[in-house]
């Protein structure tokens, strides 16, 4: 008989505690896609009120539209800051996910391609090309035109 197999194993000590800090970690996901959920909302109110700002100005009330287009500039500000704290934090705390940066890729076309490109051509056209069609079917280019190119630099 073999006494070894009998004799206490030194690895059989106390158990070791938990570590406090897993919910944490767990829970650091949770912020950058917290800024960029931000980042979204920001790209959406410009959307917002550049058409809000887009149909006051059709009725004539150019002062009204004018603080609309300035909150929706405004609006792509606060989201540029967002974007750029998503990704410093997810890059700080080391918690990238896929679906981060999916979520961060539909970020980035809403907030800096679809909101600029109809806020320049709300605010810089407006209902000042009504009249001629060729002059609106051009200005639609020029913003889509704007809106490829951000889509294309971005994807380099």
């Not at 000042?128 to 490829?148: G, K």
Request: aromatic letters at 12%; hydrophobic letters at 45%.
């Amino acid at each position: 008989m073999n006494v070894t197999r009998f004799q206490r194993r030194k690895d059989f000590g106390v158990a070791p505690a938990p570590q406090r800090h897993q919910g944490l970690k767990k829970g650091v996901y949770v912020v950058p896609s917290l800024f960029t959920s931000l980042n979204i909302l920001a790209g959406f109110y410009s959307l917002m009120a550049t058409m809000s700002g887009f149909r006051l100005l059709g009725i004539g009330d150019v002062a009204g539209a004018a603080g609309r287009f300035d909150y929706a500039a405004i609006a792509i500000g606060l989201a540029f800051a967002c974007d750029a704290l998503d990704g410093r934090i997810a890059r700080m705390t080391r918690s990238t996910t896929e679906i981060g940066v999916q979520l961060d890729s539909l970020a980035d076309v809403v907030s800096f391609g679809l909101a600029p490109a109809i806020l320049v051509y709300s605010w810089g056209y407006g209902t000042a090309l009504q009249e001629w069609v060729n002059a609106r079917q051009v200005a639609w280019f020029a913003s889509f035109m704007q809106n490829l190119g951000r889509r294309h630099n971005e994807s380099r």
